[in-house]
């Protein structure tokens, strides 16, 4: 166990329709990444949030959005969900908001499938 | 876009070998960082070694930098079974705010 914990381990839905997916971040860190990984795109970073507030932005559609709580948890939105959207989707946590210093901790995955 | 590109992108060796993989990268890094990942399961940190390194050790695990070269290797030693994972590397560019992740070597460990 990472420490980081994503629900649902497994996802399937069909297109068109909206999914949250949750992370909980090991116990304090204060930044959380979003990666999708697919098989053609490979590790894709999606977004970033630390204490809260937007980090960074990376290759996350307009159709996606995220947000970090309070209690330093984040979900990841994924709506009018497409064929080409099914991925694995891992959340990753660090100390601090240089998210390269120290490396990574990364949850298990939630494993999208749209059909 | 991947700021990584790992080489090979698949090895297979015996029990008991030394598996050599290769990461090159595009423009200026404070750091690269190796993760393995066993098949569909989350990424794990391995190693982190900062652009003033050249080489750092941790157990069975050797990495080089040559950052005028913009490279890194990556060596696991007396490779086990359980090495049987993908290997990406990881960079953190010295002008961005994100980790950027390789394509990744498979790497598979014949008993």
């Known amino acids: 166990d990472s420490g980081v914990t994503q629900t649902p381990k497994h996802l399937i839905t069909a297109t068109g329709q909206r999914v949250t997916l949750r992370c909980s971040p090991r116990s304090g860190d204060l930044s959380v990444y979003w990666y999708q990984q697919s098989l053609d795109q490979g590790l894709q970073f999606l977004i970033q949030?630390?204490?809260?507030?937007?980090?960074a932005k990376g290759n996350i559609l307009e159709r996606f959005s995220a947000q970090q709580f309070p209690d330093l948890h984040s979900e990841l939105n994924l709506s009018s969900l497409e064929l080409g959207d099914s991925a694995l989707y891992f959340c990753?946590?660090?100390?601090?908001?240089?998210?390269?210093?120290?490396?990574?901790?990364f949850g298990s995955g939630t494993r999208l499938t749209v059909v | 876009s991947q700021q990584g590109e790992e080489d090979p992108q698949a090895l297979s060796i015996q029990e008991g070998e030394n598996a050599t993989m290769n990461c090159s990268y595009k423009?200026?890094?404070?750091?690269l960082q190796w993760y393995r990942q066993n098949s569909g399961r989350g990424l794990v940190h391995l190693i982190l070694?900062?652009?003033?390194?050249r080489e750092k050790h941790s157990g069975r695990l050797r990495v080089t930098l040559d950052t005028s070269k913009k490279s890194s290797s990556l060596l696991i030693t007396a490779s086990r079974a359980a090495d049987t994972a993908s290997y990406f590397c990881a960079t953190d560019r010295s002008n961005d705010y994100k980790l950027s992740f390789g394509a990744g070597t498979t790497v598979t460990v014949r008993a």
């Open positions: 070694i900062r652009s003033n390194e």
């Open positions: 949030y630390y204490n809260g507030e937007e980090r």
């Open positions: 990753a946590s660090s100390v601090g908001v240089n998210e390269g210093e120290y490396g990574y901790t």
């Open positions: 423009t200026s890094i404070n750091n």
